[in-house]
Nanobody, 124 residues
Framework: QVQLAESGGGLVQAGGSLRLSCAAS????????MGWFRQAPGKEREFVAA????????SYGDSVKGRFTISRDNAKNTVYLQMNSLKPEDTAVYYC?????????????????WGQGTQVTVSS
């Protein structure tokens, strides 16, 4: 079992930046791919970014490409999402997820472990 805890959300003005963190605990000795998803009110949860177990391969959703950066520090069992040039449409609850495996996964069904989410609100 892996437990995930997100932090770093908050209120920011449009154009600003935030860095989300996701700390993993429990059975972290296996190789896990990590991902970030988000869900805005009244909308389906959508893919934001993903990274493979080593950090050498990443993937981004079209709406965040060029503005967000995913990274990980395996020594700290933590994955990060650096969010720059934030827009009001980035407002959502952001979820961290972990998937057993060596790939980079863009679909929710690949992930077996989820955090509770952290709220990000971008004001115009």
């Amino acid at each position: 079992q892996v437990q995930l805890a997100e932090s770093g959300g908050g209120l920011v003005q449009a154009g600003g930046s935030l860095r989300l963190s996701c700390a993993a605990s429990g059975r972290t000795d296996s190789s896990y791919a990590m991902g970030w998803f988000r869900q805005a009110p009244g909308k389906e949860r959508e893919f934001v970014a993903a990274i493979n177990w080593s950090g050498g391969s990443t993937s981004y959703g079209d709406s965040v490409k060029g503005r967000f950066t995913i990274s990980r520090d395996n020594a700290k069992n933590t994955v990060y999402l650096q969010m720059n040039s934030l827009k009001p449409e980035d407002t959502a609850v952001y979820y961290c997820a972990a998937a057993l495996g060596y790939g980079v996964y863009r679909t929710m069904s690949a992930y077996g472990y989820w955090g509770q989410g952290t709220q990000v609100t971008v004001s115009s």
